[in-house]
T-cell receptor
């Protein structure tokens, strides 16, 4: 059972555009929602995270929007650059900021390409 | 502060063999989690250790095991390797059980 559904699988955006990656979850016990960025040959790097008590969080060019009633959250990348080309994973857990009883539950990932 | 280190980075094993992977967490971090990453299944939780005790375990067979030492370093072991065990094995380090997880570069295991 896939508890976190991520879309789209792949995304191509022109430089300067705003790619949007969406995730939906089923488990209402989830209370921590991080996004990770992974480059080829590297481990996932924590990008930004949100808790359900806020609807939006910004860190630099990255913004998370969170809709608790719809059980959905999304990542927006402002003024995207070719260096942002990577695979992005959303995740969720039920233990504050940590892994939760079942660790972090990850979406399947979005392969993002920013064209120059 | 140095990040999470994993050794070896690459490993090739034959079916039926066993393998041990090592993870050194960020200095001061006491919790280590392990994940398996494959193209088909994505990132899946294996287990989590804190203070030398396994706190949680994912849905993997008993061939997958691990341990944590008093210095918080962790090892995971896979016995009787199968072709389907080929994957990137990732270790994540966190200060404690309720803190952000930071991943290492992973160990790429290929089973032939």
């Amino acid at each position: 059972q896939q508890q976190v559904k991520q879309s789209p699988q792949s995304l191509i955006v022109q430089k300067g555009g705003i790619p949007i990656i969406n995730c939906a979850y089923e488990n209402t016990a989830f209370d921590y929602f991080p996004w990770y960025q992974q480059f080829p040959g590297k481990g996932p790097a924590l990008l930004i995270a949100i808790r359900p008590d806020v609807s939006e969080k910004k860190e630099g060019r990255f913004t998370i929007s969170f809709n608790k009633s719809a059980k959905q959250f999304s990542l927006h990348i402002m003024d995207s650059q070719p260096g942002d080309s990577a695979t992005y994973f959303c995740a969720a857990s039920d233990r504050e900021s940590g892994g939760g009883a079942d660790g972090l539950t990850f979406g399947k990932g979005t392969h993002l390409i920013i064209q120059p | 502060k140095a990040g999470v280190t994993q050794t070896p980075r690459y490993l090739i094993k034959t079916r039926g063999q066993q393998v041990t992977l090592s993870c050194s967490p960020i200095s001061g971090h006491r919790s280590v989690s392990w994940y398996q990453q494959t193209p088909g299944q994505g990132l899946q939780f294996l287990f989590e250790y804190f203070s030398e005790t396994q706190r949680n375990k994912g849905n993997f067979p008993g061939r997958f095991s691990g341990r944590q030492f008093s210095n918080s370093r962790s090892e995971m072991n896979v016995s009787t390797l199968e072709l389907g065990d080929s994957a990137l094995y990732l270790c994540a380090s966190s200060l404690d059980l309720s803190s952000e997880q930071y991943f290492g570069p992973g160990t790429r295991l290929t089973v032939t």
